[in-house]
């Protein structure tokens, strides 16, 4: 079956610019993450959904990050106002339920914000 | 933080045995997993333990010892493709409590002819 695929792969912004970041679960998938790796580093968690609803979004970095999953499938990412310091590879995952089963990754958006 | 320790980088020889180590904070530990992530990829899944031994799979085990704060992944009859990085990622809080990952910064394996 598809895994998770994210969209788009590359994005380049302007300092300034907003971006919106797609992600697709693997069908099924009640829980939802999205992290952030920067080069050189392991990802770091941001957000998490069960179904629709954000249960943690303390890894956010300011408020300029938002995220959600309205129908509790597709999850959206969105940067406002981007920042030189935000450039770095978004990836998202999802897991089957909220019990202790591996997490799936899709391939990632690397963002750079010139 | 939860003080995860992993070395930055290894190199080992095709055909050998590689250890990587990885340590971390006991305090309300619940399960650790190894995530492999070539280079330009996403993390792929490797191991899960939660209980004290050692789980093989096929090439790959890991072990764990909850007491110690201790993990390691063994990588047996390397091969070219296993250059990577490969990530320690364990987990703290209530089974079923949202399960994010807090991943080190993983270790850059090379392997070498």
């Known amino acids: 079956g598809a895994g998770v695929s994210q969209s788009p792969r590359y994005k380049v912004a302007k300092r300034g610019q907003d971006v919106a970041l797609r992600c697709d679960p693997i069908?099924?998938?009640?829980?939802l993450f999205w992290y952030q790796q920067a080069l050189g580093q392991g990802p770091e968690f941001l957000t998490y959904?069960?179904?629709?609803?954000?249960?943690?979004k303390s890894g956010l970095p300011s408020d300029r990050f938002f995220a959600e999953r309205p129908e509790g499938s597709v999850s959206t990412l969105k940067i406002q106002r981007t920042q030189q310091e935000d450039s770095a590879v978004y990836l998202c995952a999802s897991s089957r339920d909220r019990g202790t089963h591996e997490q799936y990754f899709g391939p990632g958006t690397r963002l750079t914000v010139t | 933080g939860q003080n995860i320790d992993q070395p930055t980088e290894m190199t080992a020889t095709e055909g050998a045995i590689v250890q990587i180590n990885c340590t971390y904070q006991t305090s309300g530990f619940n399960g650790l997993f190894w995530y492999q992530q070539h280079a330009g990829e996403a993390p792929t899944f490797l191991s899960y333990n939660v209980l004290d031994g050692l789980e093989e799979k096929g090439r790959f085990s890991s072990f764990l010892s909850r007491s110690k704060g201790y993990s390691y992944l063994l990588l047996k009859e390397l091969q070219m493709k296993d250059s990577a990085s490969y990530l320690c990622a364990p987990r703290w809080g209530l089974t079923g409590g949202g399960n994010k990952l807090t991943f080190g910064t993983g270790t850059q394996l090379k392997v070498e002819l």
């Open positions: 959904f069960q179904n629709e609803a954000q249960l943690d």
């Open positions: 069908s099924g998938h009640v829980s």
